[in-house]
């Protein structure tokens, strides 16, 4: 039985140069996993199931649907191959209903049980938090062509803007479960965030792109495809350029980003391809850290930062610059016999610099009269009520490799790997003086002007072993197990109330799982999945005068869940029950910050997505999902939605006004359920303050028109114009909680209020 894909993709391969490769591998994919979804060479998909084993396609691991069918269409589809609940966001709904400066995690929000924070607007600002069935954006994974992409090393938490633009992604996968024993990262348990580049095209070409609108947005980009070059055995790569200069929705805040980013894909022989790939990123801009309830009353629900240079929440003090990169090299064979081979190497970085108000939109007086004493070198000064402040720096390099070995046998695959990383973190912040520029300055005269300063290391070994068997046709059943070790290491110079030295801690759990997929028909899959789960506490557990015997956060994810899919038809829906021990929680008290085990939580659902093709170029899309995350008193998790909901319609036709043209348009709507803010209870168990967040809706809307033009110069052409408007009936309601001032008054995010975007581009 020939694999599906098999004839087209040794076609291809034969125009790019390594048929042989393809030929060799999909006769090694036929019979065991006929029914699992075509995946990149050297692109592993999340669930980590195999080698590439086709042409690669902006799908990412999956097979892309037939073009004009209801799952093509939809702004989110769940694939049959899947064995967790998944969504896939695909290419044509980020060129047609989003714009270029969007962040990643912005792309993803019509999807089942995902809340993502965004108050600045839909532009490139840092993360605000993201939640995936209340599961916190530091308790799931992100990953980028499947390599964990690291955050802020203290938690695990990636910032979405200062890394990939969503015009060189060809698709985003949301696995709202811990996949199986290969699914590599810290925090499998909560899900995988995953980011698949783009492919590059097999003929040249060029795409110069643009986008304005509100808060004084420019977008400029230009994007140049080789197309596969005859010369180099049908490499092909494609290097992408762009400058964004934008305000934003809350006051005082701009940012300004330039992006490069390259890909380049070169054949060896007919059975290794190697893949390059290199971004690099520079932003600036002016950061908020939330209003209260005052504020946003006095001030309006915009506010952010303010223009007085008197005050701590002055725009020009509150500033952040992040210089990223991010590089891989993968080579992946296939050495015949049923083996494959692929390995990875990589590096990325994150430097942060900037300054910030001692208590921004807080209470905190300035430096005299009536405020904070200050001594530069030991010696009083007498400043006149100026500004104090901090000045931060916060840097890493990450190095690691992934390696990924599979043998087919006539009883299925097995797979067996590592993934290895090593990441060198430097902080520290100094208190200043804002007013006079960046003067040091110390709280007593024996006092040092560092507030912070330390260095720590993450190491991360995480090898793991699996067999996906297939006992019979259209059933694959895989077990397996991966070893997790994960080593802290801080040294202190200063830190609070820490004392100067060396502290670590290692963490290490085995960690099991089993999945089943059974093909019902070819149009109808099943799935169940049980997992265990796990992640390190954060390095803050360490920053304290005595370190606290944290243990790591442990879940038991099991999952349920089908999908069907026809042409003018795609259902899926599962059901999730998860325990969860050890969850880590803290207090700040005089003496400093406590942390302890909160206990148990248990997390438990339903989740639904559908879109039917209704006729006529529309198609009506839907989700729905019932989320309960509460601690074993009963207390609610925090930024944890109890439901959410996506709907709308999307309109797609060609030929309308012209032979190749396209018309586009959607119209969308997310609602966000009720849900908390902070944690429950104390160490003794005494509830906390709750601030309850009401359920909120955005409604947004877009709309394309592409197609063909000749030119007199440049030839063929084709040329897009679109309009997006975002939250059309200008919704200001409170979103999130923010954290609190020094004085602990809460602070608030509200929902960006009414925005419109005009975007172009032309391809040669």
């Given at each position: 039985m020939e694999r599906p894909h098999c004839r087209q993709i040794e076609d291809a391969r034969t125009r790019l140069g390594y048929a042989a490769l393809s030929a060799a591998i999909c006769a090694a994919a036929t019979g065991a996993h006929a029914q699992q979804a075509p995946t990149d060479l050297g692109v592993v998909d999340a669930r980590a199931?195999?080698?590439?084993?086709?042409?690669?396609?902006?799908?990412g691991p999956f097979a892309a649907p037939p073009p004009g069918s209801a799952a093509a269409l939809a702004p989110s589809r769940a694939p049959l191959e899947a064995a967790q609940p998944t969504s896939v966001v695909g290419r044509s709904f980020i060129d047609n209903s989003t714009i270029p400066s969007q962040n990643y995690d912005e792309l993803v929000k019509f999807t089942p049980s995902l809340s993502n924070i965004q108050p600045a607007g839909p532009v490139s600002q840092q993360n605000y938090g993201e939640s995936i069935r209340g599961f916190q954006y530091n308790q799931f994974n992100t990953t980028f062509d499947n390599l964990v992409l690291p955050g802020t090393v203290s938690t695990f938490a990636p910032q979405s803007a200062v890394y990939f633009t969503s015009h060189d992604l060809g698709s985003v996968t949301v696995d709202r479960g811990p996949g199986t024993a290969s699914t590599i990262g810290y925090a499998t348990f909560g899900g995988t965030l995953a980011l698949y580049s783009k492919q590059p095209a097999d003929v040249f070409g060029a795409e110069a792109y643009s986008t304005f609108g509100s808060f004084g947005e420019q977008l400029y980009g230009l994007e140049v495809d080789s197309g596969a070059q005859p010369a180099l055995g049908g490499g092909r790569g494609f290097i992408d350029l762009s400058r964004l200069q934008t305000g934003a929705y809350l006051t005082g805040v701009t940012t300004n980003r330039s992006n490069a980013f390259g890909k380049w894909e070169q054949p060896l022989g007919d059975n290794t391809l190697l893949t390059f790939v290199g971004m690099y990123n520079n932003s600036t801009g002016d950061t908020a850290y939330g209003?209260?309830?005052?504020?946003?009353?006095?001030?309006?629900?915009?506010?952010?930062?303010?223009?007085?240079?008197?005050?701590?929440?002055?725009?020009?003090?509150?500033?952040?610059?992040?210089?990223?990169?991010?590089?891989?090299?993968?080579?992946?064979?296939?050495?015949?016999?049923?083996?494959?081979v692929e390995e990875t190497v990589y590096t990325d970085s994150y430097f942060r610099s900037g300054t910030q108000g001692a208590d921004p939109n807080g209470t905190t007086p300035n430096i005299e009269p009536g405020g904070t004493k200050a001594y530069v070198n030991g010696v009083r000064i007498n400043p006149s009520d100026d500004v104090p402040g901090l000045s931060k720096h916060n840097d890493f390099r990450d190095w690691g490799s992934v390696t990924r070995v599979t043998k087919d046998t006539e009883f299925g695959q097995l797979r067996v790997g590592a993934w290895f990383d090593y990441i060198s973190n430097g902080v520290y912040r100094t208190r200043i003086d804002l007013s006079a520029g960046d003067v040091g300055y110390a709280t007593k005269s024996t006092g040092s002007p560092f507030n912070q300063q330390y260095h720590n290391r993450l190491v991360t070994a995480q090898p793991f072993i699996e067999f996906a068997w297939t006992p019979l046709p259209g059933l694959t059943i895989t077990p397996g197990v991966k070893y997790s070790s994960v080593t802290r290491e801080l040294d202190t110079s200063i830190l609070g109330s820490t004392p100067a030295g060396e502290t670590n801690a290692t963490y290490n759990k085995a960690q099991w799982s089993v999945d089943a997929h059974y093909a019902i028909t070819k149009h109808w899959t099943a799935y169940f999945q049980a997992a265990k789960g796990f992640l390190a506490p954060p390095l803050s557990t360490l920053e304290t005068a005595v370190p606290a015997a944290i243990q790591p956060e442990e879940t038991t994810n099991y999952q349920l869940g089908t999908a069907y899919q026809r042409d003018r038809l795609a259902l899926s829906g599962d059901v999730?029950?998860?325990?969860?021990?050890?969850?880590?929680?803290?207090?700040t008290e005089p003496a400093g910050t406590l942390y302890f085990d909160e206990g148990s939580a248990l997390y438990r659902g339903v989740e639904a997505e559908g879109t039917y093709t209704i006729g006529g170029g529309v198609s009506f899309y839907g989700n729905g999902s019932f989320n309960d995350a509460r601690f074993s008193n009963g207390v609610h998790i925090y930024q944890a939605p109890q439901n959410t909901a996506s709907g709308g319609f999307i309109f797609s036709r060609h030929g309308v006004f012209r032979d190749h043209d396209t018309v586009y348009g959607s119209l969308l709507v997310k609602e966000i359920g009720k849900q908390y803010g902070l944690n429950g209870q104390t160490a003794a168990g005494r509830p906390t303050v709750s601030y309850a967040i009401q359920p909120y809706q955005t409604l947004d809307f877009a709309v394309g028109y592409t197609?063909?033009?000749?030119?007199?110069?440049?030839?063929?052409?084709?040329?897009?114009?679109?309009?997006?408007?975002?939250?059309?009936?200008?919704?200001?309601?409170?979103?999130?909680?923010?954290?609190?001032?020094?004085?602990?008054?809460?602070?608030?995010?509200?929902?960006?209020?009414?925005s419109g975007f005009v975007s172009l581009s032309v391809s040669l």
């Amino acid at each position: 039985m020939e694999r599906p894909h098999c004839r087209q993709i040794e076609d291809a391969r034969t125009r790019l140069g390594y048929a042989a490769l393809s030929a060799a591998i999909c006769a090694a994919a036929t019979g065991a996993h006929a029914q699992q979804a075509p995946t990149d060479l050297g692109v592993v998909d999340a669930r980590a199931q195999t080698v590439q084993t086709t042409l690669p396609t902006d799908d990412g691991p999956f097979a892309a649907p037939p073009p004009g069918s209801a799952a093509a269409l939809a702004p989110s589809r769940a694939p049959l191959e899947a064995a967790q609940p998944t969504s896939v966001v695909g290419r044509s709904f980020i060129d047609n209903s989003t714009i270029p400066s969007q962040n990643y995690d912005e792309l993803v929000k019509f999807t089942p049980s995902l809340s993502n924070i965004q108050p600045a607007g839909p532009v490139s600002q840092q993360n605000y938090g993201e939640s995936i069935r209340g599961f916190q954006y530091n308790q799931f994974n992100t990953t980028f062509d499947n390599l964990v992409l690291p955050g802020t090393v203290s938690t695990f938490a990636p910032q979405s803007a200062v890394y990939f633009t969503s015009h060189d992604l060809g698709s985003v996968t949301v696995d709202r479960g811990p996949g199986t024993a290969s699914t590599i990262g810290y925090a499998t348990f909560g899900g995988t965030l995953a980011l698949y580049s783009k492919q590059p095209a097999d003929v040249f070409g060029a795409e110069a792109y643009s986008t304005f609108g509100s808060f004084g947005e420019q977008l400029y980009g230009l994007e140049v495809d080789s197309g596969a070059q005859p010369a180099l055995g049908g490499g092909r790569g494609f290097i992408d350029l762009s400058r964004l200069q934008t305000g934003a929705y809350l006051t005082g805040v701009t940012t300004n980003r330039s992006n490069a980013f390259g890909k380049w894909e070169q054949p060896l022989g007919d059975n290794t391809l190697l893949t390059f790939v290199g971004m690099y990123n520079n932003s600036t801009g002016d950061t908020a850290y939330g209003s209260t309830l005052a504020q946003l009353a006095k001030y309006g629900p915009d506010y952010g930062l303010n223009n007085d240079p008197h005050s701590q929440d002055y725009s020009g003090y509150n500033f952040d610059r992040y210089d990223t990169d991010f590089e891989y090299v993968r080579i992946a064979s296939a050495l015949g016999g049923g083996w494959n081979v692929e390995e990875t190497v990589y590096t990325d970085s994150y430097f942060r610099s900037g300054t910030q108000g001692a208590d921004p939109n807080g209470t905190t007086p300035n430096i005299e009269p009536g405020g904070t004493k200050a001594y530069v070198n030991g010696v009083r000064i007498n400043p006149s009520d100026d500004v104090p402040g901090l000045s931060k720096h916060n840097d890493f390099r990450d190095w690691g490799s992934v390696t990924r070995v599979t043998k087919d046998t006539e009883f299925g695959q097995l797979r067996v790997g590592a993934w290895f990383d090593y990441i060198s973190n430097g902080v520290y912040r100094t208190r200043i003086d804002l007013s006079a520029g960046d003067v040091g300055y110390a709280t007593k005269s024996t006092g040092s002007p560092f507030n912070q300063q330390y260095h720590n290391r993450l190491v991360t070994a995480q090898p793991f072993i699996e067999f996906a068997w297939t006992p019979l046709p259209g059933l694959t059943i895989t077990p397996g197990v991966k070893y997790s070790s994960v080593t802290r290491e801080l040294d202190t110079s200063i830190l609070g109330s820490t004392p100067a030295g060396e502290t670590n801690a290692t963490y290490n759990k085995a960690q099991w799982s089993v999945d089943a997929h059974y093909a019902i028909t070819k149009h109808w899959t099943a799935y169940f999945q049980a997992a265990k789960g796990f992640l390190a506490p954060p390095l803050s557990t360490l920053e304290t005068a005595v370190p606290a015997a944290i243990q790591p956060e442990e879940t038991t994810n099991y999952q349920l869940g089908t999908a069907y899919q026809r042409d003018r038809l795609a259902l899926s829906g599962d059901v999730y029950y998860i325990p969860f021990d050890n969850y880590i929680a803290s207090l700040t008290e005089p003496a400093g910050t406590l942390y302890f085990d909160e206990g148990s939580a248990l997390y438990r659902g339903v989740e639904a997505e559908g879109t039917y093709t209704i006729g006529g170029g529309v198609s009506f899309y839907g989700n729905g999902s019932f989320n309960d995350a509460r601690f074993s008193n009963g207390v609610h998790i925090y930024q944890a939605p109890q439901n959410t909901a996506s709907g709308g319609f999307i309109f797609s036709r060609h030929g309308v006004f012209r032979d190749h043209d396209t018309v586009y348009g959607s119209l969308l709507v997310k609602e966000i359920g009720k849900q908390y803010g902070l944690n429950g209870q104390t160490a003794a168990g005494r509830p906390t303050v709750s601030y309850a967040i009401q359920p909120y809706q955005t409604l947004d809307f877009a709309v394309g028109y592409t197609f063909p033009f000749t030119g007199p110069i440049l030839g063929q052409h084709k040329i897009r114009l679109g309009l997006n408007l975002y939250n059309l009936t200008n919704d200001h309601s409170l979103i999130a909680y923010a954290g609190a001032t020094a004085s602990g008054t809460p602070l608030f995010w509200t929902d960006p209020g009414l925005s419109g975007f005009v975007s172009l581009s032309v391809s040669l």
